[in-house]
Nanobody, 123 residues
């Protein structure tokens, strides 16, 4: 089993920055594709950014391109999300997720999830 623990959420004004971190523990001997998703009230959980299993490739939702950066630690069992120029529409619960698939861009492809961390952006 793999456990994911997120940290770093909070309240920030529009235009500000936050950094989310996620650490994986347990059976982490495999390489994982890791990603950040977010879910706003009344909406579905959508992908924000994905770091490939090798850690060398990153993909982003159009809504966050140029503002968010996903990065992996050297051991590849941690993943951060640096968020800049935050907007009120970025307000959501952010979830870290891990998949054994080498290509995973959809929620259904992720078997391991963190508990979520709240990000609130005030206008």
């Amino acid at each position: 089993q793999v456990q994911l623990v997120e940290s770093g959420g909070g309240l920030v004004q529009a235009g500000g920055s936050l950094k989310l971190s996620c650490a994986a523990s347990g059976r982490t001997s495999n390489d994982f594709t890791m990603a950040w998703f977010r879910q706003a009230p009344g909406k579905e959980r959508d992908v924000v950014a994905v770091s490939s299993w090798s850690g060398r490739t990153a993909t982003y939702a159009d809504s966050v391109k140029g503002r968010f950066t996903i990065s992996r630690g050297d051991a590849k069992n941690t993943v951060d999300l640096q968020m800049t120029d935050l907007k009120p529409e970025d307000t959501a619960v952010y979830y870290c997720a891990a998949s054994l698939l080498r290509v995973a861009h959809h929620r259904e492809q992720y078997a391991h999830w963190g508990q979520g961390t709240q990000v609130t952006v005030s206008s």
